[in-house]
């Protein structure tokens, strides 16, 4: 298993923006990559400006793909 993880933090502006694309984004990787086995984005209640996408894939090969 290889597990990725990202913290964003973003400008106020951009921030239901950004949402969007991550949510258009999971999508896909979730339907169409056999070894991407999890994709979460979660948002803080605290910071709406801070975004923690967790990516869970069978193997770092799968992952370098999915980039």
């Known amino acids: 298993m290889y597990i990725v993880t990202v913290e964003f933090d973003m400008h ?3 921030v239901e923006e ?3 694309a991550v949510t258009r984004q999971a999508s896909p ?3 169409c990559e056999a070894e991407c086995r ?3 984005a979660c948002y ?3 910071s ?3 975004c923690f996408p967790y ?3 069978d193997s770092k ?3 370098d793909e999915h980039l």
């Open 38 to 40: 999890q994709l979460d």
């Open 61 to 63: 090969a799968a992952f």
């Open 48 to 50: 709406p400006m801070a």
């Open 55 to 57: 990516e869970k894939y």
């Open 29 to 31: 990787s979730l339907h």
């Open 12 to 14: 106020p502006e951009y």
């Open 44 to 46: 803080s209640g605290d």
């Open 18 to 20: 950004f949402r969007r």
